[in-house]
């Protein structure tokens, strides 16, 4: 069975950095491209990153761009979100998804950042 | 960026209703449109890819049509489960994108 468990969201403050993690089970990790999708609260989906299965190619939004890092270590099955810079605008619920070639078979549950003085 | 542009926002139903709803893009994407349900508290749930193919175990009163820039989502016989917003998304081309989202509610 496909598990992506979303973990490391809270409260931070504007300006400050936070890490998420997906570990993923259930599939051979490495062969398949993983992004992050964000939710703000009573709002719509946000794509917002994708990231290679083998790490050799990566997207962003433009909202994101500069500010986000996405990255991937295929030996612990886990995909990470590095964010820098957060703004109010990046409260949200981030999910991680895998793609089946293109569309999100599988999400996580998702873990919530809050951004806040 | 392409700009998916989903209609209505939201609908009042009735259990048994025949639901229709559209999305529009703002440039060719082919056949890669996926829809989404996503029910309160839940994380999204893949029921529709490119365009007209049901994914596993999706019951059939979910249909897709539509191809280049119209596209449609169509619950042929709404049942009280399917109370959810459902989302648009174009996997045509990075960045992807989504709908605004159409929220059912019960009339």
């Known amino acids: 069975e496909v598990q992506l468990v979303e973990s490391g969201g809270g409260l931070v403050q504007p300006g400050s950095s936070l890490k998420l993690s997906c570990v993923a089970s259930g599939f051979t990790f490495s062969s398949y491209n993983m992004h992050w999708i964000r939710q703000a609260p009573k709002k719509g989906l946000e794509w917002i990153a994708l990231?290679?299965?083998?790490?050799?190619?990566?997207y962003y939004a433009d909202s994101v761009k500069g500010r986000f890092t996405i990255s991937r270590d295929n030996s612990k099955n886990t995909l990470y979100l590095e964010m820098n810079s957060l703004r109010s605008e990046d409260t949200a619920m981030y999910y991680c998804?895998?793609?089946?070639?293109?569309?999100?078979?599988?999400w996580g549950q998702g873990t919530l950042v809050t951004v806040s003085s | 960026d392409i700009v998916m542009t989903q209609s209505p926002t939201s609908m009042s139903i009735s259990v048994g209703d025949r639901v229709t709803m559209n999305c529009k893009a703002s440039?060719?994407?082919?056949?890669?449109v996926d829809w989404y349900q996503q029910k309160t508290g839940q994380s999204p749930k893949l029921l529709i890819y490119k365009a007209s193919n049901r994914y596993t175990g999706v019951p059939d009163r979910f249909t897709g049509s539509g191809s280049g820039t119209d596209f449609t989502f169509t619950i042929s016989n709404m049942q009280a489960e399917d109370l959810a917003v459902y989302y648009c998304m174009q996997s045509n081309s990075y960045p992807y994108t989504f709908g605004a989202g159409t929220k059912l509610e019960l009339k």
């Open positions: 990231i290679y299965y083998d790490s050799s190619n990566k």
């Open positions: 998804a895998k793609t089946n070639p293109n569309w999100f078979a599988y």
């Open positions: 440039q060719n994407v082919g056949s890669n």
